[in-house]
């Protein structure tokens, strides 16, 4: 089954596991699961360790907050298909 999107996706709820290391996030509904692994070093903003997760610019991206008070944005069309 395919899934489509006819306006951008809007995270409507982030959470951690740290036993597994992935981000989830709620999106129409649906949970998408994303490997925190799977960023590229080089995409984050910051060294720093990663100390939360926030919704930012109305549920177009996933925020990962850095103790340094950097911030790295992910995009939420990351988690689709």
Same mark, same amino acid.
């Given at each position: 089954?395919?899934?489509?999107?006819?306006?951008?996706? &809007?995270?409507?709820?982030?959470?951690?596991?740290?036993?597994?290391?992935?981000?989830?996030?709620?999106?129409?509904?649906?949970?998408? &699961?994303?490997?925190?692994?799977?960023?590229?070093?080089?995409?984050?903003?910051?060294?720093?360790?990663?100390?939360?997760?926030?919704? =930012?610019?109305? =549920?177009? &991206?996933?925020?990962?907050?850095?103790?340094?008070?950097?911030?790295?944005?992910?995009?939420?069309?990351?988690?689709?298909?």
């Amino acid at each position: 089954m395919n899934v489509v999107f006819e306006s951008s996706p &809007v995270v409507e709820q982030v959470s951690f596991d740290p036993r597994s290391n992935e981000i989830h996030a709620l999106i129409a509904g649906i949970e998408h &699961v994303f490997p925190l692994s799977a960023i590229p070093e080089d995409d984050f903003e910051s060294a720093s360790p990663i100390i939360g997760f926030a919704i =930012g610019c109305d =549920g177009a &991206v996933v925020v990962c907050k850095h103790r340094d008070g950097f911030e790295t944005w992910l995009p939420a069309d990351m988690w689709l298909p």
